[in-house]
């Protein structure tokens, strides 16, 4: 049973989740708060218990698919002491990581240096609070508080008031609908929690482990090499819609559309010519593997034939018909797009490597939804809301489809965080300000 227990009187900003992009923005705004003389007073919340970041998925093979250049802070402060750079340093790692000849590090080693920049907030960070729907303070004219309620991993409830709110709890994992059904069998699992579902796997009698792969991007073709290594007797189906895997185009001229100023010339298109950048791009992002990871793949399969071994299949062109538990696996019923050929296949685990969706922040904002009437924000990320609703509430991570594909990603983290930063502290005037702003005009002698 839960039990409400009350924080904080009013915070200046409370941001929801902990990840890369609020974090960035937690260090922005240590940054500006140099330049305008004042500390803004912060908390944000994180349902983990402690920082990780994709930490279900960190197999040995994953690499960041972005230059380490492009980390919290570089590109807006190179100086900085949050950079990966530092980072290396403070670890004895810089000539280390100058040998490997690489800009991309692996991925447990961003994870450790996002948590090595994470614990320096660790005072205004709630980790293991869920923030469950934010809602007006009170219900005066305008509204300029709004109150956070969370809950932590013991059920118990809280709540927190603000002057402003930036949500950047990053994506929720997307299931499609055939696989809703089987949400509470351990034997299906998104790929968000490869690592803790894969631990349950145990091979059969006669050695065998068979394994279903959903989707045809990068988390996929990881998942892929990771159960090849993994389980020397394991047999996987990577089945996905498309007639061939396809590789993430990531040549110097498209990497463009991933700069800063890029957001600048979609924002300012209007939202159907949005839409024709956002499309012309997306083999960038989505439904692709990196070039390298493709060439490791086709390596395993030719291997195996040359050993004479049929273990994996690439299974193109295939629809999920249908997907039902039974007592010896997880059946699939697939459907080739091209013959209408229809086939059942058995399975002891099914990976759903299908993405994420990003609408989480409308769930939270439900109880404001008359105050923002299309959700929509400006080029700061704000939320455009009615002349009632005059706390500001920042999106960080849900704004695709007005500012372009970097939105998601960590490419614009540093940049963004500034201008959210600074229209925070325009938004945000310190007390003394706030006074004049409210004080009448005194008479004229």
């Known amino acids: 049973m839960s039990h409400a227990a009350s924080a904080h009187d009013t915070y200046d900003l409370i941001g929801i989740g902990f990840g890369p992009s609020n974090l960035a923005l937690a260090i ?42 492009k980390d919290l802070v570089s590109l807006r402060n190179p100086t900085s002491p949050y950079s990966f750079v530092n980072y290396l340093h403070q670890h004895g790692r810089l000539v280390d990581f100058i040998n490997m000849g690489t800009s991309y590090p692996c991925r447990m080693e961003y994870n450790d240096y996002l948590r090595w920049a994470a614990q320096n907030f660790a005072s205004r960070v709630k980790y293991g609070e ?73 091979a059969r009698a006669d050695g065998r482990v068979r394994v279903a792969i959903v989707g045809a991007g990068q988390s996929a073709a990881e998942a892929f090499i990771d159960l090849h290594e993994r389980f020397p007797t394991s047999e996987v189906d990577l089945i996905f819609r498309a007639s061939a895997l396809k590789p993430a185009d990531d040549s110097p001229f498209v990497n463009e559309i991933f700069a ?55 299974l193109a062109r295939r629809r999920i018909e249908a997907a039902a538990a039974t007592a010896t696996g997880i059946q699939l019923t697939l459907v080739d797009i091209a013959t209408g050929a229809e086939q059942t296949r058995l399975y002891d685990v099914v990976v759903l490597a299908t993405g994420y969706q990003r609408r989480s922040h409308l769930d939270l904002l439900a109880p404001l939804r008359e105050h923002l009437p299309d959700f929509a924000v400006d080029r700061s990320y704000r939320l455009r809301a009615a002349p009632t609703l005059t706390a500001p509430i920042f999106l960080q991570g849900f704004c695709e489809s007005s500012h372009g594909l970097s939105d998601t990603l960590l490419s614009v983290l540093p940049i963004r965080a500034a201008e959210i930063g600074a229209d925070i502290y325009r938004c945000l005037p310190d007390a003394a300000a706030r006074d004049q702003l409210t004080q009448p005009a005194s008479a004229s002698a």
């Not at 809602?135 to 300029?144: L, Y």
């Open 28 to 69: 922005a705004l240590d940054e500006l708060s140099e330049t305008h003389g004042r500390h803004l007073q912060t908390l944000f919340v994180e349902k983990q218990q402690s920082y990780r970041w994709h930490g279900g998925t960190l197999v040995d093979q994953s690499t960041l698919q972005i230059s380490f250049l």
């Open 130 to 202: 869920m923030a469950l729907r934010i809602e007006p303070a009170h219900c005066g004219d305008d509204i300029d508080r709004l109150r956070l309620l969370t809950r932590d991993h013991k059920g118990y409830e809280r709540s927190y008031e603000t002057r402003g709110i930036v949500i950047g709890c990053g994506g929720t994992p997307h299931i499609p609908p055939l696989f809703a059904g089987l949400s509470s069998d351990p034997r299906v699992f998104h790929h968000s929690t490869y690592l803790s579902g894969i631990s349950q796997l145990r």
């Open 260 to 314: 800063p100023d890029y957001v600048d010339l979609v924002f300012g298109q209007a939202a159907a010519d949005r839409e024709k950048f956002i499309d012309e791009y997306r083999n960038t992002n989505y439904a692709v593997i990196d070039r390298d990871l493709l060439e490791q793949m086709y390596g395993i399969l030719y291997r195996l034939k040359v050993c004479n071994q049929r273990r994996h299949a690439m």
